[in-house]
């Protein structure tokens, strides 16, 4: 059974940085995809970043694009989310989540905007107050 950790949410000031990060129980290999997601009460989960394995290529919605980065650790089976410039509006539970992604880019920035992962972390929190 696969198994997502994430790791290293916090209570934030607006304008800090804050990194996470998330532990597989297996390594996902170059036809999946990788990404974070977050829901804030009372708001539907939304992806914030992906990565495809296959080129590395990222894909990241225009409400975070410029301050959060997704990257990764095959080695360690680690993927990381740093977040800079944190805001009040980017307070909400974080997940990373994992999909076989059929060796297509386009199909990794696809399950990300449409939330069609199919491997989920249990989800860490972060509090960005003003």
């Known amino acids: 059974q696969v198994q997502l950790v994430e790791s290293g949410g916090g209570s934030v000031q607006a304008g800090e940085s804050l990194t996470l990060a998330c532990s597989g129980s297996?390594?996902?290999?170059?036809?999946?995809?990788m990404g974070w997601f977050r829901q804030a009460p009372g708001k539907a989960r939304e992806g914030v970043a992906s990565?495809?394995?296959?080129?590395?290529?990222?894909y990241y919605p225009d409400s975070v694009k410029g301050r959060f980065t997704i990257s990764k650790d095959s080695a360690k089976n680690t993927l990381y989310l740093r977040m800079s410039n944190l805001k009040p509006e980017d307070t909400a539970i974080y997940y990373c989540?994992?999909?076989?992604?059929?060796?297509?880019?386009?199909?990794?920035?696809?399950?990300?905007?449409?939330?069609?992962?199919?491997?989920w972390g249990q989800g860490t929190q972060v509090n960005v107050s003003s």
């Open positions: 990565i495809f394995n296959g080129d590395g290529s990222t």
């Open positions: 989540a994992a999909d076989y992604a059929y060796n297509s880019a386009t199909y990794c920035v696809s399950a990300l905007t449409q939330v069609t992962f199919n491997y």
């Open positions: 297996r390594y996902f290999g170059s036809d999946y995809c």
